[in-house]
């Protein structure tokens, strides 16, 4: 009787995600592509590292003094709950739904996000009109780079802003072992959640020419139309914005797509 044949088991996965997070910030988008038999070549341009200096902390201090604070992402909220309380009488806004909930975990129970998660929808909220912040004091609890038109927009609407950088994004090398492995990748297809320009030109400085070749060959779903347009003007045929920054939710538009 003859024996029934065995499927062959490929090589490699049917398309594989490059994650651009921070060092050792992979992990959810890693298991959303596992999810759906994908894996995950990790190039990480640099790490969070939390301020913890008398500097910072007088500066956070007079930031969520002020009437109205705002949180620019998940590791700004982290890094300044470090350094004290961020329960406060202030407005507590953050510029998407993860740092909202970060706010909440933190004890700000009423913190507010835009539905458009990213700058343009933080500045379209009432409570940054102009009428609002004329002449009042907001904070910015955020990290050097990144976010700048925020501050340069309250500014332009009469309001004093207060920065706080708790923290900050420091360079790393790229993992020669990812790099190997995105070069042996063949032909398969490269999904790429893309949620910063400032990480995507950093890995594409970084790779070796061959390497950068082969990403730009991935197809990138991006946080925002700015942000698709960037990696359009960087070389990638395929780009386009979807309707959430969170990675996993740009993972499952990326897919969505095939």
């Not at 407005?91 to 990213?118: F, I, M, N, T």
């Amino acid at each position: 009787m003859p024996h029934a044949s065995t499927p062959a088991v490929p090589d490699r996965p049917a398309s594989y995600v490059i994650s651009l997070r921070p060092a050792g910030e992979h992990a959810t988008l890693a298991r959303a592509a596992a999810a759906h038999g994908l894996e995950l070549i990790a190039l990480s341009p640099w790490r969070i590292v939390h301020r913890d200096d008398d500097a910072t902390r007088a500066a956070l201090a007079t930031a969520l003094a002020a009437p109205l604070a705002i949180f620019t992402s998940p590791p700004a909220v982290a890094a300044a709950s470090a350094l004290m309380p961020l329960t406060a009488a202030g407005l507590r806004l953050a510029v998407g739904a993860g740092s909202c909930a970060a706010l909440r975990a933190a004890g700000v129970a009423d913190a507010v996000a835009p539905e458009r998660e990213d700058s343009e929808g933080l500045l379209a909220m009432p409570q940054l009109a102009t009428g609002e912040v004329r002449g009042r004091t907001v904070g910015l609890v955020t990290a050097p780079g990144g976010r700048g038109r925020i501050a340069a927009e309250l500014a332009t609407r009469g309001a004093r802003v207060v920065r706080a950088d708790v923290y900050v994004r420091e360079p790393l090398p790229l993992d020669a072992e990812q790099v190997a492995r995105l070069l042996a990748t063949g032909d398969a297809p490269l999904l790429l959640p893309l949620t910063s320009g400032e990480a995507l030109q950093r890995v594409l400085d970084a790779l070796p020419a061959a390497a950068a070749q082969r990403l730009r060959t991935a197809r990138v779903v991006a946080a925002s139309e700015r942000l698709a347009e960037l990696a359009r003007d960087a070389g990638f045929a395929q780009a386009r914005a979807a309707h959430s920054p969170r990675p996993e939710a740009l993972l499952m538009a990326a897919l969505a797509d095939s």
